[in-house]
């Protein structure tokens, strides 16, 4: 997205620019609460001090990198932002980064009345948040003028047509002055529809909504339920996941879905975002840093336990320590998933088969791995590489996963997040050996997916390791 882009530059640049013109004006003040002493310099022999042009510019650079935490820059969060969202996020911003400047390099100045070094914080807060807020401002009303006048919009597909769905397709395009959908054309999945036009936008018949969009080059999707029920709008759901675009449903259909529809747009159509879960872009990016650096220690200081499970497998049985296999992640993109065997090297040579308590295909090793959670350690570079996170839905094979999807359509909401690790699934139900017991796991994940938080995360971790030490994992 050409605009997205645009705009994301934009913000750094004028975070950024706000940010260094905030903290100048702030060193003119700060110049003038110094002790005698020190004020006997004038004022530009002061500013142009070494260690004052140092902290002019990483001051900015470290503002932009806390926006930057907090989901400022994030895609889906660039060009429709909320005034109070926004505001929040600068009152938070600012306070941390005052804090940060304060205490690593304001702390040394030769200040000894405290009233001034509180002077000094409340100048500094307000010189970091005062700017930014005019100039975030000021680019937000110029946006919402923008999106009204039509300059600014995204093309939107919409899959699913029927003559019903004509009242909802005029809500949605007298909606664009808000959300800045702009309808370029409508799919019809289901090859019912009778005309090859809808409010005066040309109807596709086709059964590849994604080539469809594809071709378009839409940027957004919009699913109206398919007419041949709820399995196929599921699976329409899940075709279009590879598209790695924003894609939204009615809040009648996400209800069907068996969740709880929130929404974001009060004076718009409303449509709930299915590409992303009940997360805020801040948890989101701030899940993913912790992700990173907890994987890296994880790896150097488990490293002796990896080399010792490693040689293990391998003297136990014939084949290699650690075995790769393909699985569904965020978004319904494929990946490896890597885990220490715990099988034999023919386990599944007659096609997929979930194991079972006392399964012969099981090695020696494999059970006490299994027991301990400990077959999952080589994930952490799963992690690390982006295609899992610590906490989240467990991953599945596309050969469970469709059989899955024709019992339960929800499960198609698990994709909106990155699987994990370990999840609330696992701790409270553990392994699953056959579908229906998948399906009664999915209960927990789906409860995940609406109450996605750091919380939520350390009370699942906390359990998990429970399990590891007291060997409660089969």
């Known amino acids: 997205m050409q605009q997205v882009t645009a705009h994301r530059i934009k913000y750094i640049l004028a975070d950024f620019c706000s940010a260094s013109a905030g903290f100048f004006l702030f060193n003119i003040f700060r110049f003038h609460t110094m002790p005698g002493e020190i004020t ?23 503002v932009v990198v806390l926006y930057s935490l907090f989901g400022s820059y994030n895609k889906t969060n660039t060009l429709y932002k909320s005034r109070l969202e926004e505001t929040l996020t600068n009152l938070i911003v600012s306070l941390l980064a005052m804090l940060v400047v304060f205490f690593v390099a304001l702390i040394n100045d030769n200040i000894q009345e405290r009233a001034t070094n509180y002077e000094l914080m409340l100048a500094l807060f307000a010189a ?5 807020f005019i100039v975030r401002m000021l680019i ?11 300059e600014y919009f995204i093309d939107t597909v919409v899959v699913g047509a029927s003559p019903s769905y004509k009242p909802r397709l005029e809500k949605i395009m007298k909606s664009s002055i ?4 702009r309808i370029i054309a409508v799919v019809d999945t289901d090859k019912s529809y009778p005309g090859d036009e809808i409010l005066g936008l040309p109807v596709y018949h086709s059964d590849d909504p994604a080539g469809i969009c594809k071709r378009l080059k839409a940027k957004v999707v919009v699913i109206m339920p398919s007419t041949k029920g709820l399995s196929e709008t599921t699976s329409i759901i899940n075709r279009l996941y590879s598209l790695e675009i ?28 299915i590409t992303n879960a009940h997360i805020s872009p801040a948890t989101c990016n701030l899940k993913r840093l912790s992700d990173i650096v907890n994987a890296i220690l994880s790896m150097v200081i488990l490293s002796p336990v990896f080399a010792a499970i490693a040689i293990a497998v391998k003297l136990d049985s014939k084949g290699p320590a650690i075995y790769r296999q393909k699985r569904i992640g965020r978004h319904k993109k494929p990946f490896f998933i890597y885990k220490f065997r715990t099988m034999r090297q023919d386990a599944e040579d007659n096609g997929p088969a979930l194991s079972a308590k006392n399964d012969p295909r099981i090695t020696k090793i494999g059970y006490f791995l299994r027991k301990y959670r400990l077959d999952e350690l080589p994930q952490f ?27 339960v359509p929800a499960y198609s909401l698990i994709h909106q997040i990155r699987p994990g690790i370990t999840s609330w699934g696992m701790v409270r139900y553990g392994y699953a050996t056959s579908v229906d017991q998948m399906i ?11 109450n996605v938080s750091f919380a939520v995360d350390l009370k699942i971790l906390f359990h998990t390791i429970s399990t590891v030490i007291t060997g409660k994992g089969l």
């Open 440 to 450: 009664e796991r999915l209960e927990y994940d789906l409860l995940y997916l609406e």
């Open 40 to 62: 006997g310099y004038d004022l530009w022999r002061f500013m142009t001090k070494e260690y004052l042009i140092a902290e002019q510019c990483l001051v900015p650079i470290l």
């Open 128 to 132: 970091l948040f005062v700017p930014t």
């Open 381 to 407: 570079w799963n992690v690390l590489k982006g295609d899992m996170s610590f906490v989240g839905p467990r991953p599945e094979r596309e050969y469970y996963i469709s059989q899955i999807i024709e019992r």
């Open 178 to 181: 808000y959300n800045g959908f």
């Open 140 to 150: 937000l009303n110029a946006n919402a003028k923008k999106i009204r006048r039509g």
């Open 246 to 273: 924003p894609m939204f449903i009615s809040a009648d259909l996400y209800t069907m879905l068996g969740m709880r529809p929130r929404v974001s747009q009060v004076i718009a159509e409303p449509v709930i975002d």
